[in-house]
Structure formats: C-alpha cells, structure tokens
Antibody
Framework: EVQLVQSGAEVKKPGESLKISCKGS????????IGWVRQMPGKGLEWMGIIYPGDSDTRYSPSFQGQVTISADKSISTAYLQWSSLKASDTAMYYC???????????????WGQGTTVTVSS | SSELTQDPAVSVALGQTVRITCQGDILTSYYASWYQQKPGQAPVLVIY???NRPSGIPDRFSGSNSGNTASLTITGAQAEDEADYYC???????????FGGGTKVTVL
C-alpha cells in the first residue's frame, strides 16, 4: 500500500525551532516530487514547496521562500519541513503529498499524509 | 504568480447535479486537478488531468476544462459529498503549483 505517514502533533513556543517529517512507503520514494501544504485554522490549502528526493532539487512558493526549509533523506524515504524560529502565525495543519509532476505536465497530488498539527503559543 | 478563483460556497439538493468552477488564465496552459476535503480529514484527489478519476472515486464525479475555466461536476449528489473542494494547477513558475480558494458544497 502506498502511503505517507507524518510525525505527530507539536506544541511549541515562539522563537523555537521545529522539524516535522513525512515517511513514504509502498512506492519508489526517489522518483516522485513530494511537497508540503499548509492549512491554517478554518482556511484553505496553500502550497508551500516541493523536493525531488532523487537529487534533492527543491522549489519554494514565493510566499514561503526563506520562511521554511524542505529537505529529504532518501536512505530512509523521509521528507522534512523545518522552521528555525517559529511564529504564532505558523500555527496550522501541515500535510505532505506526493506530486505527479513532470517536465511538461502535472497530474495532481495523489497520496497525502494524515497531517501534522503545529501549535505555536507562548 | 497566477491565481485560481473559486466561488466560496454552493448548495445542491440531494440527488441533483452541482457544478463547481475554477477560473484562471493558467488553466489555458495546464491541466486542473480537484480535491475533496471533509472536516478533520486530509484532502483526497478526485480528478486529475482535467477529467480523469483516480481508482476508487465514484463516477458521479467528473471534470472538464474549457478556456480559462475548469469545472468539477457531481451528478446525483449524495450526503457524503458534502465537503470543501479545491482546484489545483501547475503555475508558470518552474515546477510550482497553486490552489484555488476552495468551495464549500452543502447537500440539502
């Protein structure tokens, strides 16, 4: 079974660092872009960025460039989303998703993780 | 970057047909995908490549793309179809992706 399993909920204080994870199984993890999507409370989906685990090529949405770091460890089929200094406005649900993204075409995000809730509060 | 615009909310009577639209100039260049999200759950891909259903998605869900407007149609809406629906497309920026704002579908 193809699946993405994310790390558990986090409660942090402003200014703290955080790294959440997304482990893939049941497919060739290095062959597909994997990305992160933010959903703030009561709001819509926002695309943050993606990484190609095969060569660690990474792309960021302009809205998130410089705010987060996306990385991957292909040896353990795991992608990461990292903050160096959290803000209260980072409070949200974060999903990882496998992207069917190719040079000329894009066919959607076919596999999603269950989501990781991040709460940032003093 | 480009934008995708969706109506915030639509309602449909049980068993009737509802069309959800997504507008954006980028849709003239790239395929649209659609996602269903129910409260407290992760999104689920229901349409990809404008009009293709992943395995396991009921055939009452269909998609189309004409000009700068993509559409998701639910033919014979069921109570379990009540959810938020998001359109999604590739952006002109290399290997970037964008979402529409989402449409809340209420089944009456």
């Amino acid at each position: 079974e193809v699946q993405l399993v994310q790390s558990g909920a986090e409660v942090k204080k402003p200014g703290e660092s955080l790294k959440i994870s997304c482990k893939g199984s049941g497919y060739s993890f290095t062959s597909y872009w994997i990305g992160w999507v933010r959903q703030m409370p009561g709001k819509g989906l926002e695309w943050m960025g993606i990484i190609y685990p095969g060569d660690s090529d990474t792309r960021y949405s302009p809205s998130f460039q410089g705010q987060v770091t996306i990385s991957a460890d292909k040896s353990i089929s795991t992608a990461y989303l990292q903050w160096s200094s959290l803000k209260a406005s980072d409070t949200a649900m974060y999903y990882c998703a496998s992207h069917q993204l190719y040079r000329r075409n894009y066919y959607g995000m076919d596999v999603w993780g269950q989501g990781t809730t991040v709460t940032v509060s003093s | 970057s480009s934008e995708l615009t969706q109506d915030p909310a639509v309602s449909v009577a049980l068993g009737q047909t509802v069309r959800i639209t997504c507008q954006g100039d980028i849709l003239t260049s790239y395929y649209a995908s659609w996602y269903q999200q129910k409260p407290g759950q992760a999104p689920v891909l229901v349409i990809y490549g404008n009009n293709n259903r992943p395995s396991g998605i009921p055939d009452r869900f269909s998609g189309s793309n004409s000009g700068n407007t993509a559409s998701l149609t639910i033919t014979g809406a069921q109570a379990e179809d009540e959810a938020d629906y998001y359109c999604n497309c590739r952006d002109n920026n290399d290997y970037h992706v964008i979402f529409g704002g989402g449409t809340k579908v209420t089944v009456l």
